[in-house]
RNA sequence: CGGGGUGUAGCGCAGCUGGUAGCGCGCUUGGUUUGGGACCAAGAUGCCGCAGGUUCGAAUCCUGUCACUCCGACCA
């Protein structure tokens, strides 16, 4: 059937290597190049106009949310690095040190920031005096660095582009609820704004983030079965307060410790997108964030009046939608393989035949469905079209998570779900970090969460057999 | 950090039984085309990843090194 033929022929079948798939997807679709340093990629325009929607839409909900950007240094002395325990032991394997400036050697190492909260808290140490100077609610937007062995565009490099909310508050329950708060903050923009449905849930104690007393998740799946931790928010309680002391005198003039929170997403939910929405044509992105929402593709462009009608349906529309024209002397063939590799969302061509009959084309990036519409009908033709293709999207990428996820009752069983149909499976945990350990070592999967609506599925543990206290979603993850 | 693979034109590759580099795509120019990756003609493009060594002579053989990539251990 001519709807099967496959247009696009430099990408490699998902189904025959999902990893080179990847690659080729990211390359052809100009998202990104490598660079000259190892482990970090050139997020090229193509690339960086998504995060830039991104950036928009999240920094529009903080902004909602009572919180105000700040810009921290990138270096972070030794010595205040090393204020809390755990938090160093995380990340001392994975941080990169200046030794030198210039010629002179340092007589303190600076480390490049691998995340902010000493940084933070150093500076809330000096500006929180008083319950009056409670919440504060910072936000910044930089890029951090983290010495990884194995580099992967978007999903794990050396340095990335994220955003770290570092809030501080009076209370503990205060902490809490702007933990939840901002998670479900992350979750609600993944379905909204990038239509990928997520699992909301809480870290086990092994997976949680270092110095954290809790850590919060929002899992999403891949067309590939493999779990990505697409953004997390941490409940620090006053640990960090107590390490570095951040204190206020109340209301009842006694010296309180602040309790803390902190949250982020990064550059990954990019890879996020390409992996949940792309098929063997290249990137489907979302409308949403598409940089390009709508192609004008002009066909026969050498005849009378062709350019004009294009050129003036685009500016037309260009008040309603991010539309761009290729009237570059590429076939249209050309120009269609191309756009579906980068995901454009919806497709017009305008012909001379179109221009008689006073109409367009309308091709969604999808379904590959085509339509004709009045000329005076496309703006309301294509916003409709945008949102059909959203909630496509994200009800395609419900269906397959759910496709693929398990419940297993019986540890043969989780082995065999991990090796063969990939995906997230719920099973039942007793609580202990041995039996995380025994499965993560057996099967290769690791605990994603602990999700907050869980019903129970069995009364025992799928690793040990003994008592089991929570439901876990388990998976392979990147 | 362990194991495998790959580095030759912008991209994809051939050349690896040593004799000084080729193909396809792309690019430039001109013409014909244009509703699913058009065609003809004429061009331009190389420190053969990098550094040593063997040799009269190295893309080719040897050693080292760096990068990319895949698979495992650690992490967003």
């Known amino acids: 059937m001519a709807k099967d033929k496959k247009f696009v022929e430099e990408i490699t079948p998902m189904n025959q290597d999902f990893t080179q798939w990847y690659t080729d997807v990211i390359k052809k679709a100009d998202l990104v190049d490598y660079s000259s340093v190892r482990g970090c990629m050139i997020i090229r ?128 329950e205060e902490a809490q609820e702007e933990t939840i708060r901002m998670l479900n903050v992350y979750a609600e923009f993944c379905e909204n704004v990038l239509a990928i449905p997520v699992v909301k849930g809480q870290k086990t104690e092994k997976e949680k983030f270092a110095g954290a007393r809790n850590t919060y998740t929002i899992e999403a799946l891949m067309h590939n079965g493999i779990a990505l931790q697409s953004g997390t928010s941490h409940n620090f309680g006053d640990g960090f307060a107590k390490a570095f002391e951040i204190q206020y005198t109340d209301k009842n003039n006694q010296l309180q410790y602040v309790h803390q929170t902190s949250w982020g997403m990064t ?91 006073r109409q367009a084309v309308l091709v969604r990036r999808d379904t590959r469905e085509k339509s004709f519409v009045p000329l005076d009908e496309l703006e309301d033709s294509i916003a409709g079209l945008l949102d059909s293709i959203h909630m496509n999207l994200l009800d395609k990428a419900t269906r397959l998570r759910d496709e693929k996820t398990f419940t297993v009752v019986d540890f043969s069983q989780f082995e065999q779900i991990i090796n063969e149909t990939p995906g997230f499976i719920k099973a039942m945990w007793c609580g202990d970090r041995a039996c995380e350990d025994t499965i993560k070592e057996k099967t290769g999967a690791t605990s994603r969460c602990i999700p907050f609506d869980a019903e129970p599925v069995s009364d025992k543990c799928i690793c040990c057999g003994k008592e089991a206290k929570t439901l876990v979603y388990w998976g392979k993850a990147y």
Not at 104 to 123: A, G
Not at 124 to 151: A, F, G, M
């Open 45 to 172: 325009p193509y690339g960086y106009a998504i995060w830039e929607h991104i950036q928009r839409e999240l920094d529009d909900r903080f902004k909602k949310t009572g919180h105000e950007n700040v810009y921290m240094p990138m270096f972070i002395p030794e010595s205040l690095l090393q204020k809390e325990k755990d938090h160093v032991e995380g990340f001392a394997p994975e941080v990169a040190w200046v030794t030198h400036g210039g010629s002179e050697k340092l007589t303190e190492k600076l480390c490049v920031r691998p995340t902010s909260e000493t940084l933070f808290c150093d500076h809330y140490k000096n500006i929180i005096h008083s319950y009056r100077d409670l919440p504060k609610l910072y936000n910044q937007w930089c890029s951090v660095v983290r010495w990884e062995k194995t580099t992967r565009p978007f999903l794990r490099t050396l340095e990335f582009l994220w955003q770290e909310g570092h809030t501080a508050h009076a209370d503990a």
């Open 267 to 357: 550059t990954r939910l990019i890879g996020a997108l390409i992996m949940v929405h792309g098929d063997d044509s290249g990137l489907v992105l979302p409308p949403r964030v598409a940089p390009v929402q709508v192609v004008v593709i002009p066909i026969s462009q050498h005849k009378e009046g062709v350019l004009e009608k294009a050129s003036e349906i685009c500016s037309r529309l260009s008040g309603s939608f991010r539309i761009r024209m290729d009237d570059s002397d590429k076939s249209p063939g050309w120009k269609f393989s191309e756009y579906e590799m980068k995901g454009v969302p919806v497709r017009l061509e305008i012909g001379p035949k179109d221009i008689e009959k």
